[in-house]
């Protein structure tokens, strides 16, 4: 299930986020049976992963996009890049070239 939700990510991660992010909020859950113990169904979990994950993914494009024109270009993926955490740490990690 964890799978679906992260083989999505790429694909929306270069999708324009306004349209869709209100789409992803106004969406309904997918119908299902209800359970009496009040647990939620399959159809819901998975609903719910694939929410999260595109809001995430949303909010990632929405940082890495730097002058809001809806389009990565090189430079901000480059950017983003060196700031990232990991990227960040494998640079201090390297000894320095002398």
Do not use: N, Y
């Not at 679906?4 to 306004?18: C, G, N, Y």
């Not at 595109?54 to 996009?65: I, L, V």
């Amino acid at each position: 299930m964890a799978f679906v939700a992260l083989s999505l990510l790429p694909a929306t991660t270069f999708a324009q986020t306004a349209p869709q992010t209100a789409a992803v909020e106004s969406a309904a859950p997918a119908p299902s049976a209800p359970t009496g113990g009040g647990g939620i169904t399959r159809d819901q979990f998975i609903q719910r992963a694939k929410d999260r994950a595109a809001e995430r993914a949303g909010a990632r494009f929405d940082q890495m996009d730097a002058d809001h024109d809806g389009v990565l270009d090189r430079a901000e993926m480059r950017a983003w890049r060196t700031q990232h955490p990991r990227r960040a740490a494998a640079q201090q990690s390297q000894p320095t070239p002398q």
